[in-house]
């Protein structure tokens, strides 16, 4: 590597020394021999490293000075080569705090490569984490968002999840589609397979939208596996636990919106085909249907939305907070949550905030939550829901408190769905605020657990086409207009306009709902097309929508890769880039999923 180091002038010693002649009268005549040494200058082309030149010659014109005609002979001494540099060379860097903290940070890394469980086998407990959504872009602003939030100037600041020792990147792609939707996603990610989009549970030679054949083609889940081993099992979500994430974990369905007998064409009902939410209620029986001989007790912990895919289309049978005059949309006459409590006369079922504080995490055995009659509410808008609902962080505590009174240990799925929600409608505040309570999920479970028996990850089964554009100063708000670096006013664009910070490539566009904190509201109104002139406009409220450069209905998904996060036994294999798949090859290996499956069916 080249040193690049300040020139030195060149410094004449002009040593003299005499080489012959005597003191008598006779002698004043000889000739003097003269010696003049200079130093080379570090970088010089005689030495790189600097040394000493040294001239000779006789001094002919007795002039006391060795001229240049004079000289006679040229020697050169280079330096040895330096070995290190000096503590006022380096002073630059060692007093610099970047340097500093990246320093401590080399050091935390070898110790964290140092202490990482790698045999197989070692994890009690298993937590996959899943921001629906949460691209790259997606975590960076929320990340920004937080330490803003928190005083700082924001970009320095890290979610929990960006602390985990071991992390790399997931291709999301489906077998069929370049941007993929989350049927697939999750698919891949429970059962290590990639299959189509719009499908759950089932490999790719499925046909979307066709019971037939499904069977031969469903796939064996992580948690299945968890709980065939005797584990503790449980699905968290605040969107409809029915939605294509969680159902993904438990499900098999040629369509990912045969949420409820409603949904599903009468050629897939009289096929046999069953709906999701029964598949839910259902799910320790079809596990032993499918195994001979096999018993297991069902899933522990089950919280989300989505009460209306489990309830009767009538209204006799509406929840206390119902919002439609008739919250249930089946039409099969069947209350699962009734056939739930029966199933499970000792676990609980909730609905509301009461419901939930009222859990004995101690000494209950399992818990249903249904908190709304569709998706959860917006983190931002939790507060507004009629019965009241617990945060992601809540149900992950309360979760993980009642899941680990099994000895040996448990499986959980926690997604945070109204990320992808948020992106959808093209709102920024919402999504990342649903990010930033992610963040707080997961700080909730590495305190909870040990990372020397508990491997927890973290994803996303997609991005969103969500951007972080312009050039704006250090510290702006990352929901504001971009403010370029030396000025206070906003940047203008070539139509003489300012623009946000973030936004979106396509979507509903631009809104300004001021304080609304339910994103969806923004579809009330048609996509807006063409720029929108914001210098009045306040874009850090809650109900700004960003401006979206094609608009449509909705805004989309994006097809890059996703970061994955990991800590605990196992966390070492996830570096690089790889298949979404591999996230459940990874969980298998710290746990042993199939291995003790395997075992338990055996017997």
């Known amino acids: 590597m080249a040193t690049t180091m300040k020139k030195l002038n060149l410094i004449s010693l002009a040593v003299v020394v005499a080489l012959a002649g005597c003191s008598d009268d006779d002698d004043k005549s000889s000739t003097k021999t003269l010696t003049v040494e200079n130093t080379l200058a570090v970088g010089s082309e005689q030495c790189v490293n600097g040394g000493t030149e040294t001239l000779t010659g006789a001094d002919s014109n007795d002039n006391g000075q060795l001229d240049s005609a004079e000289v006679t002979d040229t020697t050169v001494s280079c330096n040895a080569p330096a070995t290190s540099l000096t503590a006022s060379q380096l002073a630059p860097l060692t007093d610099n705090d970047w340097f500093k903290s990246a320093q ?19 994890a009690k407990n298993v937590i996959l984490f899943v921001g629906d959504g949460m691209g790259i872009s997606t975590v960076t602003a929320a990340r920004i968002m937080a330490g803003q939030l928190e005083g700082k100037l924001g970009e320095e600041h890290q979610l929990s999840f960006e602390k985990l020792p071991f992390s790399g990147f997931a291709k ?3 077998v069929d589609a370049q941007t993929p939707d989350s049927a697939g996603t999750m698919t891949a990610m429970a059962s290590g397979v990639k299959t189509d989009a719009g499908v759950i549970g089932v490999d790719e030679n499925i046909e ?3 019971c037939a054949t499904v069977a031969g083609n469903e796939l064996v889940t992580a948690t299945e596996l968890a709980e065939i081993a005797g584990k503790s099992t449980g699905i968290v979500s605040t969107a409809r636990i029915t939605h294509a994430t969680p159902a993904a974990t438990y499900a098999k369905s040629a369509d990912r919106n045969w949420e409820d007998v409603s949904d599903m064409p ?5 096929a046999g ?13 079809n596990l032993e249907a499918r195994y001979e001989g096999l018993d297991v007790d069902g899933l522990e912990v089950v919280m989300g939305g989505g009460r209306r895919h489990f309830l009767p289309k009538d209204a006799a049978y509406n929840s206390a907070d119902a919002v439609s005059s008739v919250e249930g949309d089946r039409t099969d006459g069947r209350d699962l949550t009734a056939e739930w409590k029966a199933k499970y006369p000792a676990g609980q079922y909730v609905m509301d905030q009461a419901g939930f504080d009222a859990i004995n995490a101690d000494t209950t055995e399992r818990v249903f939550g249904l908190f709304n009659e569709t998706h959860m509410q917006y983190e931002a808008d939790r507060a507004n829901d009629v019965a009241g609902e617990p945060s992601l962080s809540e149900m992950t505590a309360k979760a993980i408190d009642v899941l ?46 040990s990372i020397e028996d508990t491997l927890i990850i973290v994803t996303a089964d997609h991005s969103h086409v969500f951007t972080i554009a312009g050039y704006p100063k250090r510290g702006n708000p990352i929901l504001g207009k971009v403010v370029p670096v030396g000025s206070d006013e906003p ?12 936004g979106y490539t396509n979507g509903g566009g631009f809104r300004d709902l001021g304080d609304e904190t339910d994103a969806d509201v923004g579809y009330d109104f048609a996509p807006v097309t063409g720029r929108v002139d914001l210098t009045d406009v306040d874009t850090t409220t809650p109900g700004f929508h960003q401006e979206a450069v094609v608009p449509l209905g909705s805004e989309t998904h994006a097809a890059e890769d996703v970061g994955v996060y990991a800590v605990g036994p196992g966390a070492h294999l996830v570096t ?27 017997q």
């Open 104 to 122: 401590v940070k080399v050091a935390t890394s070898e110790e964290n490569i140092a202490a990482v469980v790698k045999e197989s086998g070692k």
């Open 172 to 174: 999301t792609y489906n």
């Open 208 to 210: 979307r939208g066709n």
């Open 266 to 270: 009468e050629a897939a009902v009289a």
């Open 273 to 285: 085909c069953e709906d999701i939410a029964s598949q839910l209620v259902n799910f320790e029986a």
């Open 404 to 449: 680990d009174n099994n000895d040996k240990g448990f499986f959980l799925t926690v997604e945070a769905g109204r990320i992808d929600h948020a992106h959808h409608a093209g709102n920024a505040y919402n999504a990342l605020s649903d990010t930033v309570e992610l963040s707080k999920a997961v700080q909730v479970a590495l305190d909870k657990t």
């Open 491 to 502: 940047s203008l664009a070539a139509d003489n306009m300012p623009y946000t910070t973030v």
């Open 576 to 602: 690089g880039t790889n298949e979404q798949s591999l996230i459940f090859h990874v969980m298998d290996y710290a746990a042993d999923l199939v291995k003790q499956a395997d075992a338990k069916l055996a």
